[in-house]
């Protein structure tokens, strides 16, 4: 289970990478810097992690008991750890998350770290060594501190909080939640209303107006609030709005 931590999607040599490849990436000197202390940090996790598994796998390399609950890890491996998750899968770079863009790529990480602490969580319940329990706790500690300091970083950039790249979304379009899934019992759950979809400048489109706004009697398709459609000789026009 350890080697989740190790070579598996949410471990510390992805973290490794992502940080300090976002870090090299990074024109902003003060922010490159962060990003360069926590994936070297992250580093030295990796070796942790790796030092705990191979003492607990230690004893596949003799013992055929111990070998039979992980021919994996016993016959292919020698009882030592590799570059796989807890399943066998094999480390990839698909892991990683790099955008170019510092304030999405420290989102990205702020959510990374918070997923490697619930992996933690997990692994610390699930241990019955005191000593192996407390290098989790300390490891499941620093995904705060760094969920922290990526969190101060963000917010120190001054933008908006959904200030995302250049382009700014449509304006009206933005504050629509589609209510999609309705209906009650067999037909579907039950509609929720909460801070997600009301108040402010929501507006609750239901889903019979998203059906005549989406699909036309000819089958074609119209963006009913943003285009107007003229059919002229058989074809479909589409015009901006006003």
């Known amino acids: ?8 999607a949410n471990g510390e040599l992805a973290a490794a990478m992502q940080y ?30 790796g030092t ?32 796989f998750n807890s399943m066998g899968d094999a480390w990839t770079a698909d892991y990683l998350k790099i955008t170019g ?8 990480n702020t959510a990374a770290e918070a997923r490697a602490k619930i992996v933690y969580e997990r692994l610390i319940n699930f241990s019955d060594d005191p000593g192996t329990k407390d290098a989790l706790q300390f490891l499941m ?20 909080q959904f200030s995302i790249g250049k382009i700014p979304p449509t304006l009206g379009l933005v ?24 108040g402010g400048k929501w507006k609750i489109v239901e889903s019979p107006e998203l059906e005549q706004g989406v699909e ?7 963006a009913k609030n943003h285009k107007h459609v003229s059919e002229e000789t058989g074809k479909t026009r589409v015009k901006k709005s006003a």
Request: charged share 30%; glycine share 12%; hydrophobic share 35%.
């Open 101 to 108: 863009e510092l304030d999405v790529d420290l989102r990205s």
């Open 175 to 198: 504050d629509e939640y589609f209510n999609d899934s309705t209906g009650a019992g067999d037909e579907g759950e039950t509609d929720a209303r909460g801070p997600w979809n009301t």
């Open 20 to 49: 300090s490849i976002q870090g090299l990436n990074c024109d902003d000197p003060d922010r490159k810097d962060m990003l360069m202390d926590i994936g070297t940090e992250e580093l030295s996790h990796l070796e942790i992690v």
């Open 52 to 83: 705990l598994a191979r003492m607990h796998l230690k004893p596949m390399k003799k013992s055929r008991d111990s070998a039979e609950a992980d021919p994996l890890i016993a016959i292919a491996g020698g009882g030592g750890v590799g570059l």
């Open 216 to 222: 036309g009697q000819s089958g074609k398709t119209i």
């Open 1 to 8: 289970m350890l080697l989740e931590q190790f070579g598996g």
């Open 141 to 160: 500690t620093r995904e705060i501190t760094h969920m922290k300091a990526f969190t101060a970083a963000l917010e120190s950039l001054g933008k908006d």
